[in-house]
T-cell receptor
Framework: EPEVTQTPSHQVTQMGQEVILRCVPISNHLYFYWYRQILGQKVEFLVSFYNNEISEKSEIFDDQFSVERPDGSNFTLKIRSTKLEDSAMYFC??????????????FGEGSWLTVV | GEDVEQSLFLSVREGDSSVINCTYTDSSSTYLYWYKQEPGAGLQLLTYIFSNMDMKQDQRLTVLLNKKDKHLSLRIADTQTGDSAIYFCAEMESGGYQKVTFGTGTKLQVIP
């Protein structure tokens, strides 16, 4: 079964450093997302991406964050100048976006970011 | 904004049925989902239901939707120890870019 893959599975970074989290969405999907889950808390929406542009973003997704689809397969989340409170599991997701079962959103295994 | 609420914890004996409940506020939700998260792992889609359906059954899983009360439930028949995990209810907003709002998650503990 096709799946969303994410790398790295775990990254430790120093406060103030830049981090890039990578994702390969399912190949025929058109919508891409990033969500995050701070330890013990809810899964929170960060951003959705369609047709090579951001379609919606949450209040969390400020200027510190950016997303990019650098080629036909990868979807990246860049976090600049990381803070301690950015420590979380970051989930990439994708969906076909064609209605019906195509609205089902599939998540990757997550990238666990620890900022020290 | 949209809100999705779940009870935090449920404990059942192996072999019994588990019922995990969820309430949501967005009356225009189009799709509602159940995801399973095992410790340290990702979000596994279990099942989903379209908002014009009342019930959906998939093997041991039964989803019931009461749209009037904005109440969603997941019943797991013959619960096994491998079902121990956190279960998230989630709803997709209508008319937008397919943003999904997650509930707080219910931790299911299955006692052998």
């Amino acid at each position: 079964e096709p799946e969303v893959t994410q790398t790295p599975s775990h990254q430790v970074t120093q406060m103030g450093q830049e981090v890039i989290l990578r994702c390969v969405p399912i190949s025929n999907h058109l919508y891409f997302y990033w969500y995050r889950q701070i330890l013990g808390q809810k899964v929170e929406f960060l951003v959705s991406f369609y047709n090579n542009e951001i379609s919606e973003k949450s209040e969390i997704f400020d200027d510190q964050f950016s997303v990019e689809r650098p080629d036909g397969s990868n979807f990246t989340l860049k976090i600049r100048s990381t803070k301690l409170e950015d420590s979380a599991m970051y989930f990439c997701a994708s969906s076909e976006g064609t209605g019906g079962s195509g609205n089902t959103i599939y998540f990757g295994e997550g990238s666990w970011l620890t900022v020290v | 904004g949209e809100d999705v609420e779940q009870s935090l914890f449920l404990s059942v004996r192996e072999g019994d049925s588990s019922v995990i409940n969820c309430t949501y506020t967005d009356s225009s939700s189009t799709y509602l989902y159940w995801y399973k998260q095992e410790p340290g792992a990702g979000l596994q889609l279990l099942t989903y239901i379209f908002s014009n359906m009342d019930m959906k059954q998939d093997q041991r899983l039964t989803v019931l939707l009461n749209k009037k009360d904005k109440h969603l439930s997941l019943r797991i028949a013959d619960t096994q120890t491998g079902d121990s995990a956190i279960y998230f209810c989630a709803e997709m907003e209508s008319g937008g870019y397919q943003k999904v709002t997650f509930g707080t998650g219910t931790k299911l503990q299955v006692i052998p």
